[in-house]
């Protein structure tokens, strides 16, 4: 049974930071792709960023390219989101998701790919 715990969200003013975390338990942390989504209530639940099983690679959505980074710790079981130069548009719900299979490599933007999520944690910015 895989876990996903996120914490650091919380309320920020334009321009700020943010660092948000996600525990993981229940597989082989460092097998599998990682990534973060974000959820506005009433629209779907968008892509962030992604990074490979390794660590190697990492993706963007265009929205927060620059901004924010997305890395891990296999050895913490742990990958989080950098979030710097925050807008008000970046307020959401953000979750983190564990990839379906291991050792997949390329971008992995689609929730569909995804089948451990967390529950999520409330990001807001203040203009």
């Known amino acids: 049974q895989v876990q996903l715990v996120e914490s650091g969200g919380g309320l920020v003013q334009a321009g700020g930071s943010l660092r948000l975390s996600c525990a993981a338990s229940g597989r082989t942390f460092s097998s599998y792709a990682m990534a973060w989504f974000r959820q506005v209530p009433g629209k779907e639940r968008e892509f962030v960023a992604h990074i490979t099983w390794g660590g190697g690679s990492t993706y963007y959505a265009d929205a927060v390219k620059g901004r924010f980074t997305i890395s891990r710790d296999n050895a913490k079981n742990t990958v989080y989101l950098q979030m710097n130069s925050l807008k008000p548009e970046d307020t959401a719900v953000y979750y983190c998701?564990?990839?379906?299979?291991?050792?997949?490599?390329?971008?992995?933007?689609?929730?569909?790919?995804?089948?451990?999520w967390g529950q999520g944690t409330q990001v807001t910015v203040s203009s």
């Open positions: 998701a564990q990839d379906k299979r291991p050792y997949r490599v390329g971008l992995r933007n689609n929730q569909d790919q995804y089948d451990s």
